[in-house]
């Protein structure tokens, strides 16, 4: 997300852990300018995709990268559980990270 009230690197925010952008915390950009950092991506990752776990789609609640609502598991962000994000999501973020080599990010194993 965008914080107005916020200068420099704090203006984008994770919208899971609301952590600021650093060089350490590289981000994704989602539609409307959602942000999945490069930790919680790494949960994300390693719950849905290696664990098999998530829930599935909530009424009203739709993925906050993609702003769909879609079957299958989702990822619930740690400080707000209406903040998830689908598997598609995951994957696709998985992607332009790890094609990110200053990033660093691999995925968790
Ligand atoms: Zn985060
Ligand atoms: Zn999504």
């Known amino acids: 997300m965008h914080d107005p009230s916020a200068e420099g690197n704090d203006y984008f925010r994770c919208d899971f852990c609301g952590s600021g952008w650093s060089e350490q915390r590289p981000m994704v950009e989602g539609h409307r300018g959602s942000l999945i950092c490069a ?27 993609c702003l769909r609502t879609v079957d299958g ?22 992607r ?3 094609k990110d080599a200053e990033s660093g990010w691999t995925r968790p194993e």
């Open 39 to 65: 930790p919680c991506l790494r949960l994300a990752y390693a719950s849905v995709m290696l664990r098999g776990e998530g829930i599935g789609p909530r009424a009203g609640i739709g993925c906050v990268l």
């Open 73 to 94: 598991p989702h990822w619930v962000g740690p400080h707000d559980e209406s903040v998830v994000a689908c598997r598609e999501c995951i994957e696709r973020s998985a």
């Open 96 to 98: 332009v990270l790890e």
